[in-house]
């Protein structure tokens, strides 16, 4: 390290937005920390370094780490925010301990400025609110206060991250411990097999979808992130009973499937933060009907707090309470007895296959039947292996380059949502090229409204719409754009869960704007105005196709402006038309809809506020759609 450089690494910055019409960008930016200013520059292979911006020292008024529920939109998973002169940048780091290293270290270089601020924001400033105390004024005075390096004693830097785990486990650091939440078998020497609830250690989580882990006899190996959960009270994730995302209406439909007296689950409540307590049972009814109980989980305003359902049965933590009203109906209707799980049924799928492997041998691949036809090629069912059920898209001969065949590749294999139907790899050895998906087993969207016409219910309908804004929520921040959001690109699985596919049109963009070259169709049924008169695509663009989408949810898979040509869309949507009402739709819905085709795309709402919308209305409208009591 150069003299007078504290410190310097590769980390991922979001752009400042200095302007009201600058955009919304991730850089991965060469970092360079002296004892005047924080320095960034480009840097690419062979080249030298590009300055793209500096920061005096002496200016900054925060450093903090960024504490946020909302999917970090990036490869790097760390955040930390710098506020100096009247701006905001937020830095990502590829690791906890890197974040830490720079939040330390930027602190202490700073402890001597004479701004530093007394509060700060610990959350995120997103769609014109801080997501923390929901103020809308981006230089709002911080809601916790500010500890700065000036009122701690000096403490010494976390040592450096070492993949030598021996090393680790030596040191005065205490490692991060997590529980595996499914069984997992190694696919390849680089892998470990896991075993459901037993305990490891984690060497390296600074990949996203693999981490580094080792087990109790000391052996060592990637696993999929997504199949372990931290070792802690307040993580729900490691019990059976609790069910993250999950609907109301969902949640009584599994109580009601396992039908038995006492059947409970923990879910997370419409408000970010707070859960909920479903409970079955058929005490409550002369007629033996069963009933559907929902009680919200309350916080004391202790410090530290505590939660109870009943005043007079108050417990440090969750998993504390749900344990007493295991053996103690406590106020409760009834004793929670059975808990119910939707998930741990069926493990998720991974990113690739296996650990590293995402360009996938030919003579792995077993084809079956075709069962539908995209715009580059034909799908078929298929196995890898022998022994997983995959599909598999084949590129027609012409249709794309392979150089666009890669970056489609390339981009999808980065993404990973549970409403998002994922890529396991590629096979590009022989010809015709193919990639290689999940496989979900009821078909596309469209086709499945149409078959089950007349038998969803209304809740059903909606949870198909909070499904799909989940996935497009996701690739929101990530700054993927979709292009093409139609229920024919949506797929259903397993518990009629919906998940977007479909990428054949999007492309991975930093200034979450892409317009069209290539002179390339699009759907004119499902394009915002912008589109079908400038080629101009962003995620409002993909938010007017999801108020389409969810007009054909609720028609059950009519098709938008079904008696008219193109042109006279084009014309009727100009001369301000809109699809009118289906007749499954509530108001609340309706007007949901309507705002997704606002003329100025400024005008829509963002998938993040869609989404809370949705859940919203899916808690407001349970009385409409099942007249039933409200709990």
């Known amino acids: 390290m150069n003299n007078g450089v504290l410190l310097e690494e590769e980390l991922i910055k979001k752009s400042q937005q200095k302007r009201r019409t600058s955009p919304s960008n991730f850089k991965v930016r060469f970092f360079v920390l002296t004892k005047s200013k924080l320095a960034y520059f480009e840097q690419r292979p062979g080249k030298k370094r590009i300055l793209k911006g500096s920061i005096e020292l002496s200016k900054i008024k925060c450093v903090e780490i960024v504490k946020s529920d909302i999917t970090v939109p990036c490869h790097y998973k760390y955040p930390f925010q710098i506020f100096h002169d009247s701006y905001l940048l937020y830095v990502f780091a590829p690791s906890q301990a890197s974040c830490q290293k720079w939040v330390l270290t930027l602190k202490e270089a700073t402890r001597s400025n004479n701004n530093l601020v007394t509060k700060f924001h610990p959350n995120f400033w997103i769609d014109g609110r801080w997501r923390c105390c929901a103020q809308s004024e981006k230089l709002a005075t911080g809601c916790v206060e500010y500890i700065s390096a000036k009122t701690v004693s000096k403490k010494p830097l976390p040592p450096t991250p070492d993949n030598n785990w021996k090393l680790q486990l030596d040191s005065k650091e205490t490692p991060l411990q997590v529980i595996a939440i499914y069984d997992y078998s190694a696919q390849n020497p680089q892998e470990l097999t896991l075993r459901c609830n037993e305990e490891y250690y984690v060497i390296n989580n600074s990949e996203i979808h693999w981490w580094l882990v080792q087990d109790k006899n000391g052996h060592e190996g990637y696993v999929p992130s997504s199949y372990v959960a931290e070792k802690s009270p307040a993580n729900l994730q490691i019990y059976e009973w609790y069910n993250k995302n999950i609907s109301r209406s969902k949640a009584e439909t599994l109580l009601k499937e396992e039908g038995k007296e006492g059947a409970f689950m923990v879910r997370d409540s419409r408000q970010p933060g707070m859960y909920t307590v479903s409970v079955f049972t058929k005490a409550l009814s002369n007629d033996n009907n069963p009933v559907i109980k929902h009680y919200h989980i309350k916080e004391t305003s202790d410090n530290p707090k505590k939660y109870y359902v009943a005043e007079k ?35 998720p799928v991974t990113a690739g296959l296996s650990y590293g492997k995402w360009m996938i041998n030919p003579q792995e691949l077993t084809f079956e039947q075709e069962i539908g036809v995209g715009q580059f090629g034909v799908v078929h069912l298929g196995y890898w292996l022998d022994r997983m059920k995959v599909a598999i898209k084949t590129i027609r001969p012409g249709a794309m ?212 919308q949705l859940n919203e209305i899916s808690e407001s409208d349970f009385e409409v759609f099942r007249n039933s009591e409200k709990i």
């Open 313 to 347: 049965h108050v417990f440090n933590c969750i998993p504390e309470l749900i344990n007493y009203h295991q053996h103690n109906s406590g106020g409760l209707v009834t004793r929670l007895r059975c808990a119910v799980s939707c998930w741990r049924e069926k493990a």
């Open 401 to 612: 380059s392979e150089e666009d065949f890669v970056e489609e590749a390339q981009v999808m294999m980065k993404l990973s949502h549970p409403k998002l139907v994922q890529l396991h790899g590629v096979c590009m050895q022989q010809a015709p090229m193919c990639l290689v998906f999940e496989f979900m087993e009821n078909g596309c969207l469209s086709d499945y409204l149409k078959r089950q016409r007349g038998s969803s219910s209304k809740e059903d309908l909606l949870g198909m719409c909070q499904d799909v804004c989940e996935g497009m929520a996701y690739l929101e921040q990530a700054s993927v754009i979709h292009r093409d959001l139609a229920a024919r690109n949506c797929l259903v699985g397993e518990y009629q869960v919906v998940k977007v596919s479909d990428f054949g049109m999007s492309r991975y963009v930093l200034d979450d704007q892409y317009t069209s070259s290539m002179g390339t169709k699009f759907p004119v049924r499902w394009s915002a105005p912008e589109v079908f008169c400038y080629s101009r695509y962003s995620t409002k663009s993909d938010v007017w196709s999801f108020g389409v989408l969810m007009w054909e949810i609720f028609t059950e898979g009519k098709t938008p402006y079904e008696n008219k040509t193109n042109a006279e869309v084009v014309e009727d949507i100009s001369a301000g038309a809109r699809l009118y009402k289906p007749r499954l739709t509530s108001n609340a819905i309706y007007k949901l809809m309507m705002h997704c085709w606002s003329e100025r795309q400024d005008d829509r709402p963002s998938f993040s506020v869609l989404l809370s």
